[in-house]
Nanobody, 124 residues
Framework: HVQLVESGGGSVQAGGSLNLSCAATGKTNVLNCMGWFRQAPGKEREGVATIYTGDFSTYYANSVRGRFTISQDRAKSTLYLQMNNLKPEDTAMYYC??????????????????WSQGTQVTVS
């Protein structure tokens, strides 16, 4: 059973950067989707970025493209989200998640079945 443990959140000023990490424990399948999602109070959880672990293809929400970078270190079983030029509207609880599927481009939450506990990102 895979568990995801997330870290790296915090409070930063607009224009600053944060790097989130998500460590996976347990048995993992490298040929699947991993993603970062966020949820602000009163809003639906939305996809931020996803990666297909088979070929490292990445997909981004339009709101973060060019500012955020998703990556993975398969040797460490760790997923990352580098967030640059943060904006107040990026403020949310951020989650990493895994999916057994191999189609990752739609950034939907529906196919993700394992979730981290979340880490708060606050931009002011």
């Amino acid at each position: 059973h895979v568990q995801l443990v997330e870290s790296g959140g915090g409070s930063v000023q607009a224009g600053g950067s944060l790097n989130l990490s998500c460590a996976a424990t347990g048995k993992t399948n490298v040929l699947n989707c991993m993603g970062w999602f966020r949820q602000a109070p009163g809003k639906e959880r939305e996809g931020v970025a996803t990666i297909y672990t088979g070929d490292f293809s990445t997909y981004y929400a339009n709101s973060v493209r060019g500012r955020f970078t998703i990556s993975q270190d398969r040797a460490k079983s760790t997923l990352y989200l580098q967030m640059n030029n943060l904006k107040p509207e990026d403020t949310a609880m951020y989650y990493c998640a895994s999916s057994p599927y191999q189609a990752c481009s739609d950034l939907s939450t529906s196919r993700y079945d394992t979730w981290s506990q979340g880490t708060q990102v606050t931009v002011s």
